[in-house]
């Protein structure tokens, strides 16, 4: 049986992702597309064992794998390059919550709809770990 080209790019560009023992199959770009995102102001340890800073993203692991690399768009200021290092509680699906330095920020960002564009999928947690987040120069200038 014949695939069709795009069918044959998908096979050949899907990553296999490791999740809690599980192994799951992603195709390069299957999660690219429009999500709903928040901000988050907290500090401490990330679900990846890292310290929260700017450059990371929460994200549904099953969706976004910890150590994810993402590109945002439509996300005025915080459009750029961003890793997965953390998984919100109440993410389901295509939600993200992005890390903020201050509650205004947190409150400026609000509630919107951002493109996704998936660089590369993570393996989970040591992956995200080892990670390193976006230069400040591939992301938008922070809002202060």
Do not use: C, N
């Amino acid at each position: 049986m014949k695939l069709e080209s795009s069918r044959k790019v998908a096979a050949v560009a899907a990553a296999l992702t490791i999740l809690g023992g599980a192994a799951t199959a992603h195709a390069a770009g299957k999660d690219d597309g429009w999500y709903e995102a928040t901000a988050y102001v907290i500090e401490g340890e990330t679900a990846s064992g890292t310290e929260a800073k700017e450059g990371i993203v929460a994200a549904d692991p099953d969706v976004l794998p910890l150590g994810s690399r993402i590109r945002l768009h439509d996300a005025g200021p915080y459009a750029g390059e961003y890793v997965v290092k953390d998984k919100g509680r109440k993410l389901q699906g295509r939600e993200l919550d992005v890390f903020v330095e201050s509650e205004r920020q947190a409150k400026e960002f609000g509630e919107r709809r951002v493109r996704v564009e998936v660089l590369e999928y993570g393996e989970g947690r040591e992956d995200a770990r080892q990670e390193p987040v976006a230069e400040p120069e591939k992301r938008a200038p922070a809002v202060r």
